[in-house]
């Protein structure tokens, strides 16, 4: 394998839900995960930004195997994911590490942290007991849990949400993987420990060169844990870039209106309204015609955007958007 | 500024204890605020720093495990605290002092259509006639944003942004004083936020309303504030000028807390504060925020109090005794 191979490659990615009404009458699909194809390096760290049913988590899940997707695949490390069966299966969720949004409910609340953590590696198969102590202690210090005989014994509702998220972190980190998926990691935490929780993971990427993909709606974040952007709406990626381009360059009307909707903080900002653009996003039932965007798009071309789903265009090296304001052969 | 403005609410050493089974929590422990007329104050703190057990207290909804409840509050004038809860429910609760609950868009009657949800205090406490009632709900309706079609309208045919706007409808149909605005925005998306932050601006532009937004974000506080009270383990540490405020905190909290809000385009990483905030059972003697406060010194083990910089800034923190030696 070499290096630049890509570690995590989704191609065409579709995961769609079937409605049905009383159980069996097909009544249409919730399209959550619509067509969207990229590429994770090794040791690269992502960001996927949207809205709440932009299919943001439900792509999590479909890189977790939790879903099956409808079209298309996941490859890792070259073996197609939906080909994985049993043990092989199994292996692969080894490498792919978890980490939910709400800490409290990722937690079994009748488990003590020494029972809760022994039980990935008991189920992959580590049968010796001081091995497993090991381990554990061994991940309680890389999320910064030191006191870990204090620790080993507290059951989750006895832990502050900070502390309860690293337990996490650390479960997620027992059995080595090569990738960490880390949906919405702070939106239930604190202003104070989100930095701090943020930082960790980001340590933790660099130090053991993981793959982070997380997946968060708040912009104003991202800047500093992460390398590569993805915005999705309404269940495609519309734009993609690296960090700083993204943010001092964006190119898609809607990162354009997410971007201009957060402000930094000053006292000014209760001086003016702000830009929204109008409207909800679609039904992922129904999607409209054309760009997704188009109708709460300011700039949309009638005839164009309402007709013809645009392509991913690259106006700049590494800069990918999807609109057809893009468009070279634009006029 | 207050003086200047009329003043409108005023609060003084307001107390509200719980009990539990390991004690008395003090989740309000001798709280002032100021708010004047057509101003927005923002009560800003973490989770558990007893910034929603003040509205509660406010608005005089009480659990039963209430220890102590005591203080003074003034409304325009009137003081609440000694009204006995006949008077007070039947004149101010609801009537002169509103609230938005947190996550209250999700508590909407599922079977009842949104427009009557939102006229039932004129109706029932008021004893309006439903043609009456309907027609203020249109005219509330159209402030908030949402349009007529609306009033019959079911919650669940409603979107996240729709139903909130119908919630805070449903807080100024009274066409209260004070609006009390617990954690708005926080289950909503990015832009929703943002069109409903716009809404509150124009009302308090356009009515004079006057609110209390309790809130942990500081940059969704940054979109209204006026003024601004930072609390801490049931105390306010800092009350200041939003401008201040955001731009030259002057407790040790304040600063830490602002260093830690991401800034889209900054170089450098937002920072953190390390430790965690104090247990409201038993608070530790002196400043409840020295465990974690970087500029710590000996005084810090005796319990500061506020101190006033400059007439308009109170802060509770050692640091600032001096300035109100010069100031008088």
Known sequence: MTAEEPLLQATNLHTWFELRQWGFLRVGSVRAVDGVDFELGRGESVAFVGESGCGKSSLARTLLGLHNPSHGDVIFEGQHLSELKGEARRQYLARVGYVQQDPFGALPPFMDVRRLLSEPLIIHGVKDRDERERRICQALQEVRLTQVDEILPKFPHMLSGGQQQRVVIARALLLEPAMLIADEPVSMLDASVRVEILNLLRRIQTERGLTLAFITHDLSTVRHYADRIFVMYAGRVVEQAPVEQLLDNPQHPYTRALLAAIADVDADNALDERDVPDGEPPSLLHPPEGCRFHPRCPQAMAGLCDRQDPPLFEPEAGHYSACWLQDPERD | ?328
């Open chain 2, 1 to 328: 500024m207050t003086d200047a403005r009329e003043r409108l609410l005023q609060v003084r050493n307001l107390q509200l204890h719980y009990r539990t089974r390991r004690g008395t929590a003090r989740a309000v422990d001798g709280v002032d605020l100021d708010v004047g007329r057509n101003e927005a104050l923002v009560v800003l703190g973490e989770s558990g720093s007893g910034k929603s057990s003040l509205a509660k207290a406010l608005m005089r909804l009480l659990p039963r495990n209430v220890a102590r409840y005591s203080g003074q509050v003034m409304l325009g004038g009137d003081e609440l605290m000694g009204m006995d809860d006949e008077r007070f429910r039947s004149g101010v609760q609801w009537n002169r002092i509103a609230m938005v609950m947190q996550a209250a868009m999700n508590a909407l009657n599922p079977v009842v259509r949104v427009g009557e949800q939102v006229a039932e205090p004129l109706r029932v406490h008021r004893g309006w006639s439903k043609a009456a009632a309907m027609e203020r709900v249109v005219e509330t309706f159209a402030i908030v944003g949402v349009s007529r079609d609306f009033v019959t309208r079911y919650p669940f045919e409603l979107s996240g942004g729709m139903r909130q706007r119908v919630v805070l409808a449903m807080a100024l149909i009274t066409e209260p004083e004070l609006v009390i605005l617990d954690e708005p925005t926080s289950a909503l998306d990015v832009l929703t936020q943002a069109s409903i932050m716009n809404v509150l601006k124009r009302i308090k532009r356009e009515q004079g309303t006057s609110f209390i937004l309790i809130t942990h974000d500081v940059a969704t506080s940054s979109e209204l504030a006026d003024r601004v009270a930072l609390m801490y383990a049931g105390q306010v540490v800092e009350q200041s000028d939003a401008r201040d405020f955001f731009h030259h905190p002057a407790h040790p909290y304040s600063k830490l807390l602002m260093d830690s809000v991401p800034r889209l385009h900054q170089s450098e990483p937002p920072g953190y504060i390390p430790g965690e905030p104090p247990d409201l059972i038993d608070p530790p003697a002196g400043c409840r925020f020295a465990d974690r406060c970087p500029s710590r010194f000996g005084r810090c083990s005796e319990d500061p109090p506020a101190f006033e910089l400059n007439g308009e800034r109170r802060v509770r923190c050692w640091l600032h005794e001096e300035g109100t030696d010069h100031d008088g």
